[in-house]
């Protein structure tokens, strides 16, 4: 759906390089690509094998990067982050990648996701001495690291790796190398690529494509990448435990054309459109899907059910971001602006409407009002995941349970409170067969705490007060 209304937001995309003589460009085309991660800040820092420089501002890749800036960001080596920033967390002290310089070298931090012990930590090391500069989690990492009791730079890494708790997607950059690290239940995609003789890692496959970049390998759970000039090693600093993905990646964070764990994002939403069709078998004479993330769910639908996809939404492509506030009054502003009915496919039609997920119900309410004042005569509500009921705490801005419309309503008071003539949520059985990350000799989890409230690692008392990425 809309992410900047709706208020289900990932948090984060990060991008790196090494080894390529136009990194910091490379980089930015890598972070445009990722762009639907995160709109608020991004940053880009570059290596020349001597020392570290960085830009970073609040805004869009487009708008924080000049030409000049990206060539004055010179080296072989870079990693850029976009972000979206939960409440507190904004400001430009927080955007990413995070950069600090020691007597003995400088470090550069990227990361995608949320440590859930990051306020137990952060405690230990004030009492330690330690002095933080952001809110954000992030900076955690940097302390540790630097307080290892360890020779080697590797191993304070992975020592300070092995201290975190959440979901993280890190890449860690000093003058001689480049490290990617993944967390041990493998919460957030993570790809590695080549380009010529240099190598690439982003959040997801799309970027590849877009800098021309091959494809090589996932980043494992428990991983830790280390890339330098004589090409790349790899160590497990943990062990790979629990597996779980995010399933609304599949859902809805992902881009369409990217694969996540071998899984082609597109292929996967047609297919819960399809299950939609076996679990929600409904007479209409149109279907439609909210853009972005819901058009591939409402095309599976269609071919599922025999019913006809039509554009019966229309996305102003063109809108600023001015309308992006907290208060529900924008909100509903908001949708309007971003959205138009097309009076010619939905007048006099009986639609189905689908879309990814109800979070708040107030963007599925005025999609409904603004189909049904444009002529249609029923509106069905087909979502492509269950009920989100309980808090994320591992990098999406849902934190409290309050704020969740379905946590507190059954599905028929929803229906009622949307103003559809129907609602149907797919189960969480369906939404795991229709992905396809069903076990194959191997562990392919998901995480479902935000449908279940069963969350696959220990949520602290004061998660939710820590700001992500």
Known sequence: MLAEIKGLNEECGIFGVWGHEDAAQITYYGLHSLQHRGQEGTGIVSTDGESLKGVKGE??????????????????????????????????????????HFQSGSLALAHNGNLVNAT?????????????QTSSDTEV?????????????????????????????????????LMVALDPNG???????????????????????VVGAEFIRDVMPGELLIIDDNGFTSEMYSVASNIAMCTMEYVYFSRPDSDINGINVHKARKNL???LAIEAPIEADVVTGVPDSSISVAIG???????????????????????????????????KMKLSP??????????????????????SKRIVTMLKDAGATEVHVLISSPPIKNPCFYGIDTSTKEELIASKHSVEELRELIGADSLTFLSVEGMIEAIGRKDEGENRGHCLACFTGKYPTDIYPTTKETSTC
């Open 59 to 100: 805004g869009l890749v487009a708008e924080v990067f000049s030409s000049d800036a990206i060539k004055d960001l010179k080296g072989k080596a870079a990693i850029g982050h976009v972000r979206y920033a939960t409440a507190g967390g904004s400001g430009y002290e927080n955007v990413q990648p995070l950069l600090f």
């Open 120 to 132: 137990q930590l952060k405690g230990q090391l004030e009492g330690q001495g330690s002095i933080f």
């Open 141 to 177: 990492l940097a302390h540790l690291i630097r307080r290892g009791g360890f020779s080697s730079f590797k191993d304070r890494v992975k020592n300070a790796l092995s201290m975190l708790k959440g979901a993280y997607a890190f890449l860690i950059m000093t003058e001689s190398e």
């Open 187 to 209: 919460m957030r995609p993570l790809s590695l690529g080549k380009l010529g003789d240099a190598y690439v890692v982003a959040s997801e496959t799309c970027a590849f494509d």
């Open 273 to 275: 459109g399809k299950q």
């Open 301 to 335: 639908y269609a071919e599922a059910s025999g019913i006809p996809y039509e554009l019966g939404l229309i996305k102003n492509r063109y809108v600023g971001r001015t309308f992006i506030q907290p208060s529900q009054a924008l909100r509903e502003q908001g949708v």
């Open 342 to 363: 097309v009076r010619g496919v939905v007048e006099g039609k009986r639609v189905i409407m689908v879309d990814d997920s109800i979070v708040r119900g107030t963007t």
